[in-house]
């Protein structure tokens, strides 16, 4: 491992920040697009559905190819074609043809296993390990950023210069990537065969089961479609396991999570996605409803960007706490105190959130939970697994996350659509009902990674009484 400039870890935050500002022109501007497209909410819907099957693809093969020895090259062309997706979505002149722009924003989510491998090669030992974790948080951080600027923009102009903005965003990011990552093949990295049969059924089976996820509110979840799709996803799923079981070179190595650190990682990812999804989902609603709901604080998109603000504070805080705990507390601690501060955030927005600072508390404890839980589960993995096998294990959780964050978003649709008002709004019996979801989830997944701790702790005391009794 060789160190280089020091620019190269504040480079990579900044190119992962683009995922952040693409991922903040979603559940804010759904409203906007269905009023300036024409077309319902349930159709504009569709600009984070298929923003996130792309992204489920998407995903798994960029952090294979980022063992491989082409990680700059691999950086830039992503970032170039998130850039061509910004541009098409600006300029379309209608809904179809802005959902070909979001289609190919999808690529965002596999920047950060991109950079985090970049990070691991490049970053001096010493250094490493909070570069992962600065990484690995950059997305919670830059949606507190993005989402205010979102509606900023949004509010003051139209959502096109939002998207114009995240083109501008995206090029600085090119320019300071090619600038400052060391140039040139990586000459360390395993040369090996790229899983092509793998990369093609995970990513069939991933996108079919997001499009059941994602559409079985609409389709009604007991319907023969929606448990067909269901079925083809299983079957699909089950295939790609068989496959990487079987391959010499597979996509993503499975037999690693039989390594309990990366399992703990990779379990805690879909609970506290579909958790944390639900809270930012559910919050920015409230801000935006009108008074007239009961629980509508009525915040114009102007301002309603700004409620993720704590949460960007919250998760800088929290980075910065690791940082300097990290010699004292283990990583495997500090995942469930992060489940435990994002199960607090969950009940305090449960009990109270009719108020903005209600709401603004809860984002802010949000942010802290998510700052240190997803600090602790890319370190957890690149202490567990073989240097050239990172990119493809941390790719792997960030897809557990986003498949975590789409059944919090089948979640919060199928409860809303069942609690709907006749002014077509969330009744606050249902915003209360996906608000006491999202919070169980996130005490169930504090109390297992809390039973974990306790039984790992307890075995070695168990150990060295046994080897003191042999004695």
């Excluded at 404890?365 to 993995?381: F, H, N, S």
């Excluded at 996350?401 to 809303?416: K, N, P, Y």
């Excluded at 999202?438 to 701790?453: D, M, R």
Aim: charged letters at 10%.
């Amino acid at each position: 491992m060789t160190e280089t400039r020091s620019p190269l870890v504040p480079a990579l935050v900044y190119a992962a920040l683009s995922t952040a500002i693409v991922s903040s022109l979603g559940m804010l501007l759904v409203p906007t697009i269905s009023r300036e497209m024409d077309v319902s909410v349930g159709t504009a819907q569709w600009m984070l559905t298929i923003n996130l099957l792309v992204g489920a693809v998407a995903t798994p093969v960029m952090g294979r190819l980022s063992d491989g020895p082409h990680k700059k090259k691999l950086l830039l062309w992503a970032l170039l074609i998130i850039l061509a997706g910004s541009v098409i979505a600006a300029l379309a002149p209608n809904f179809t043809v802005f959902l070909v722009g979001r289609a190919l924003q999808g690529l965002t989510y596999g920047i950060v296993p991109v950079t985090i491998a970049l990070a691991r090669r490049y970053v001096a030992v010493s250094k490493v390990r909070f570069a992962i974790s600065s990484l690995s948080v950059t997305v919670a951080t830059g949606l507190g950023i993005g989402y205010p600027l979102t509606g900023i923009i949004a509010g003051t102009f139209d959502f096109r210069f939002a998207f114009w903005f995240a083109a501008l965003f995206v090029v600085t990011a090119i320019i300071v990537v090619f600038r400052v990552v060391p140039a040139g093949p990586d000459e360390n990295a395993p040369r090996v065969p790229f899983d092509y049969t793998g990369a093609m059924l995970l990513g069939l089976g991933l996108g079919v089961l997001l499009l059941a996820i994602s559409e079985g509110p609409n389709w009604g979840w007991a319907s023969p479609v929606t448990v067909g799709v269901f079925l083809v996803a299983a079957v699909l799923l089950a295939a790609w396991v068989r496959a990487e079981l079987r391959s010499t070179n597979p996509l993503i190595n499975l037999r690693v999570l039989r390594n309990g650190e990366v399992l703990l990682a990779n379990s805690t990812a879909i609970g506290l996605g579909a958790a944390m999804y639900i809270g930012l989902s559910i919050s920015s609603l409230i801000a935006q409803a009108p008074a007239s709901t009961g629980y509508g604080i009525a915040l114009p998109v102007f301002w309603a960007g700004f409620v993720m603000f704590p949460l960007s504070v919250g998760s800088f805080t929290a980075n910065r706490l690791v940082r300097r705990l990290a010699h004292r507390v283990r990583l495997t601690t500090l995942l469930p105190i992060g489940a435990g501060i994002i199960a607090a955030a969950g009940m305090l927005l449960w009990f109270a959130h009719t108020q903005l600072w209600e709401i603004l508390a809860g984002m802010l404890a949000l942010g802290m939970g998510m700052g240190a839980a997803y600090a602790a589960m890319p370190a957890l993995i690149a202490r567990s697994v073989a240097s050239e096998e990172l990119g493809s294990s941390v790719s792997f959780n960030q897809v557990l996350r986003t498949v975590g964050s789409s059944f919090g978003t089948a979640v919060s649709g199928a409860v809303l659509a069942a609690n709907m008002a006749p002014d077509l709004h969330p009744t606050g019996l249902g915003i209360s009902a996906t608000l006491e979801i999202g919070a169980l989830l996130c005490a169930a997944v504090f109390a297992a990674l809390l039973v974990h701790a306790l039984i790992t702790r307890a075995r070695p005391t168990a150990t060295n009484a046994g080897s003191l009794h042999a004695q």
